[in-house]
């Protein structure tokens, strides 16, 4: 079970009583998977290889994105995948099929991946120097959100079918995000989406993240999305040459 977030093996819901041992137990987990993301952050920056964690409730259109993005710029640099689920390979047969190398991990009950499971990831992708390494999360919009990976950006991607209040029922995954993807931009006609009140409530919880309202199935949006991603795998790239 994981002390952090509570994710268990058994269906159910585990209740516990405050206590100093959770605490300890939780901040133990957090240090110790922190440190390893150290070692993931200065392996990937050496490389100079921008690592992005893409975060997201079900649903959301990560995947549909991530394929169309590796299609359309797998030629300016190379790019792969690692690809987290709690089970099937679905996903990761649709990043195979743009022709991106592309290593899957299988949580099981557990709602997020961690830095070891990153590391391991790394390990067997062997990705190439300046390149781009996405890395899928599962989804959620709890959990992720605790664990650093040694990514050097976070991208939450949000789809319009979800409604709009999703940064202020989960303000730690806005929060900890460098860029919010509002996703099924295309669907807006067909809603009742305040678009407006959703960029009011990601800037409350986060004012710093930019926010991009994006279509991974009309490609509206896409230019704003590519454009962030050449410039900050070309800053990777750069200061890996100059280490």
């Known amino acids: 079970m994981c ?10 819901v585990r209740v516990h009583s405050p206590g100093t041992h959770t605490i300890t137990l939780e901040q133990d987990v957090l240090a110790k998977n922190d440190h390893l993301a150290g070692h993931n952050r200065t392996w990937l920056r050496d490389k100079g290889i921008l690592a992005i964690n893409m975060m997201s409730s079900p649903g959301s259109g990560k995947t549909t994105l991530l394929t169309r993005t590796i299609l359309d710029l ?3 640099f190379p ?41 391991r990831g790394l390990a067997a992708l062997d990705p190439p120097e300046n390149s781009v390494v996405f890395v899928e999360n599962v989804g959620n919009l709890v959990c992720p959100a ?36 509002l996703n099924k931009t295309d669907l807006l006609p067909h809603l009742d989406f305040d678009v407006d009140a959703f960029l ?15 279509s991974a199935t009309t490609g509206d949006g896409l230019t ?13 790239a750069r200061v890996a040459d100059a280490g």
């Open 146 to 181: 605790l664990f650093d990976l040694g990514e050097a950006h976070r991208a939450v991607v949000m789809s319009v079918t979800e409604g709009p209040g999703k940064p202020l029922k989960y303000p730690h995954m806005f929060a900890s995000g460098d860029l919010v993807l």
């Open 200 to 214: 009011r409530d990601t800037r409350r919880v986060n004012p710093r993240a930019e926010v991009l309202p994006v």
């Open 224 to 236: 704003a999305w590519y454009d962030w991603l050449r410039r900050h795998a070309g800053r990777t």
């Open 79 to 119: 790019i792969s995948v690692v690809e987290g689920d709690q089970e099937t390979f679905f996903d990761a047969e649709r990043v195979k099929a743009t022709g991106a190398p592309v290593v899957q991990i299988n949580t099981g009950a557990g709602c997020h991946l961690d830095a070891t499971m990153l590391e």
């Open 3 to 12: 002390a952090t977030c509570g994710c268990s093996d058994d269906a159910g």
């Open 74 to 76: 797998g030629g300016e």
